[in-house]
């Protein structure tokens, strides 16, 4: 029993120093084996194998964005940080950085690209060392239409036809108004109908559960082939007479500017799409309540004429952002916004400045108001509408704010109601200053007034009339009285 024992255990050994000489023997005879094996896993065949740079969410509203510029082009080297290139957010214009290292091997979305989607592969980039031209593009990910199959399309079945419904009612007909419209708008016999009125009317609700067990539909009228058309002579335009309008409007036809009635498509923007969603959903989401209040802006005048003389240029929509912000401080339960659960106080009070640029209004903040002075506002205001002009706003400038300001003064409009700015509470809206003849109070004389004109729209979900009177009545106090705005 060892003895055979043994032998297997020699036997076993044996194969295995077999096994091993066989496999040497094999790589002695392929020298080139390896060669072969590095040659199908290289680049040559396989391609580099890139990786992708995807259309990003360079702001919380973003849905999709617009290639402006490529700052790096095809084969340039890329660092982490590096500036790619700058795309058209629903706010502004933002420069997108680069997270890796590597070459720029393919641009797949070429300037002046628009409304690409989050998400969508607009570049291509390789690994430093990697033959960038060699980048293999991935497919798209999107299916194409499925495929049919090459055998005959059975149509669909014909729908057998309903059994028609044998008369219920026997007797004479007696229905009521609205069971006789339904009947008689919907092609129906009225003798299928099973009344449950009093002494056999057939009701409304008669007509209607007949219409749902009912097969027939609306009546088809018989149908006449028509007669070959005839050809129409064109008819000379002949001008209306003055004084009335057409009957007919002119046809409009896209493409012929200059003949009445045609129009000329405008593509919109990123910033004008979302502008006019934000509109539409603060006009039918919030409910909107308005309070105006006329100040008396001698003071102020008086004031920014003594800053004049000492080289201190300040503008009256820097006393005004000064005065929004100190009565916030001292009304903090103005200063809120509405989430989804229900109202936010604000720990800081940061003031959002409409301004106008090519592409639409756009709000960049001032931060901190109430703690800032008269001269460092007017300062971050120019700054901050410079770059909005230029649509070099960074997300963090007009993100953000609790309260919203919109000045129309200097166009000469004397009052207007401005929309919510969501998820704000309150908006200000500031019309021109005007100067009024107003009965003084002390000698009862008629004395000359520089008063203008603000409207406060506050959602009423958040400020009621009687929060947005007292907000208007001490915002008018510490504009009318600058000197309190820095006790404040």
Not at 377 to 388: C, D, E, M, P
């Amino acid at each position: 029993m060892a003895a055979s024992l043994r032998l297997g255990r020699q036997g076993v050994l044996f194969g295995f120093r077999l096994s091993s000489t066989f496999d040497r023997c094999l790589l002695a005879t392929h020298p080139c084996q390896d060669n072969v094996r590095h040659f199908f896993r290289s680049p040559w065949i396989l391609g580099v194998s890139p990786f992708k740079v995807e259309m990003p969410a360079l702001s919380p509203t973003m849905e999709e964005g617009s290639i402006v510029k490529w700052l790096k082009r095809e084969g340039e080297a890329v660092a982490a940080g590096d500036p790619l290139c700058e795309i058209e957010t629903d706010k502004a214009v933002v420069t997108m950085e680069s997270n890796e290292d590597g070459i720029m091997a393919k641009i797949l979305m070429e300037e002046g690209s628009r409304n690409v989607r989050l998400g969508t592969l607009i570049a291509l980039m390789v690994e430093d060392g990697q033959d960038w031209k060699k980048v293999e593009i991935p497919p798209p990910d999107a299916a194409g239409p499925p495929s049919t199959a090459a055998g005959p399309v059975v149509p669909p079945a014909a729908p057998s036809p309903a059994r028609p419904l044998k008369p219920v009612w026997s007797g004479p007909l007696r229905l009521s108004p609205a069971a006789r419209h339904i009947l008689d708008t919907h092609g129906v016999d009225a003798k299928l109908a099973t009344p449950t009125g009093r002494r056999g009317l057939i009701t409304k609700e008669d007509a209607l559960n007949l219409l749902k067990t009912s097969p027939v539909t609306k009546p088809t009228r018989a149908t006449v082939a028509p007669a070959p058309p005839r050809p129409v002579p064109p008819l000379a335009s002949t001008p209306p007479p003055s004084g009335s309008r057409p009957n007919v409007p002119p046809l409009s036809v896209p493409g012929k500017p200059g003949a009445p009635g045609t129009f000329t498509e405008i593509p919109a923007s990123n910033v004008r799409r979302v502008i006019a969603q934000r509109l539409t959903q603060s006009k039918t989401t919030i409910p909107h309540a308005y309070a105006s209040v006329d100040c008396d802006m001698a003071a102020v005048m008086h004031l920014r004429k003594s800053l004049a003389k000492e080289q201190i240029k300040v503008s009256v929509n820097d006393f005004i952002i000064k005065a929004a912000a100190v009565t916030l401080k001292e009304m903090p339960e103005v200063n809120v916004t509405w989430s989804g659960d229900g109202p936010c106080a604000l720990d800081s009070i940061h003031i959002s400045v409409a301004v106008a640029t090519n592409k639409g209004l756009i709000t960049p903040i001032i931060k901190d108001a109430a703690d800032k002075g008269v001269q460092e506002i007017s300062a971050n205001v120019k700054a901050l509408a410079q770059k909005a002009r230029d649509g070099k706003l960074l997300p963090e400038e007009y993100q953000g704010g609790s309260f919203s300001i919109s000045n129309l003064g200097m166009f000469g409009i004397s009052g207007f109601s401005a929309v919510i700015n969501p998820p704000q509470a309150c908006i200000l809206a500031i019309g021109t200053s005007r100067s009024e003849l107003r009965l003084c109070e002390d000698d009862q004389t008629l004395c000359t007034q520089q008063l203008m004109t603000v409207t406060l729209s506050s959602d009423g979900r958040l400020v009621d009339d009687e929060l947005a009177s007292r907000f208007l009545d001490k915002f008018r106090g510490n504009l009318e009285q600058p000197q309190r705005m820095t006790l404040a």
